[in-house]
């Protein structure tokens, strides 16, 4: 059975929460990756950006619609989606862009696993860690190059 420590990218571009989006905006150009992983200074995960965030700071504000009853406004879409989106259009730094809710994956997880995860969720890469300890990265072009082994 092949496992994610298999096939998993051990040399990982991360982050700190205090890169800057412009750097970040950076770091994706010239690396071409889709997704980072956001480390403290021991190395453990703490969250995850992806190109994905900084294209969604640009887009316009969307206002929920709204109703009012008597004296109340009540928003449609909840005040925590306009709230995020404000977040979002706000982030100054990765730590703040990106998500501090992220799904992991452990080295000796098959691989199978990983994809069945990545699919579920419409990820396209997974941190790897072992308990907090970020140790790898696998992505679905790695299981794609499984396929071949």
Known sequence: ?????????????????????????????????????????????????????????????HIPTVISLFDWVIPLGGESSLQRDLDKISAQTAA??????????????AVSNAAEIMSNRKLHALPVVEGKKLVGMVSRIDIIRSMNK
């Not at 994610?4 to 929460?17: L, P, R, W």
């Not at 770091?27 to 453990?44: A, E, Q, W």
């Not at 862009?97 to 000796?108: C, F, H, M, Q, Y």
Request: net charge negative; proline share 4%.
């Open 1 to 61: 059975m092949l496992t994610v420590a298999d096939i998993m990218t051990k040399k990982v571009v991360s982050i700190k929460g205090s890169t800057t989006v412009r750097e970040l905006a950076g770091i994706f150009d010239t690396m071409h990756f889709g997704t980072l992983p956001i480390v403290d200074d021991s190395g453990n995960l703490t969250g995850i950006v992806t190109a994905s965030d900084l294209v969604e700071q640009d887009r316009p504000l």
């Open 96 to 109: 703040e862009l990106g998500s501090g809710d992220v799904v992991t994956i452990a080295p000796e997880d």
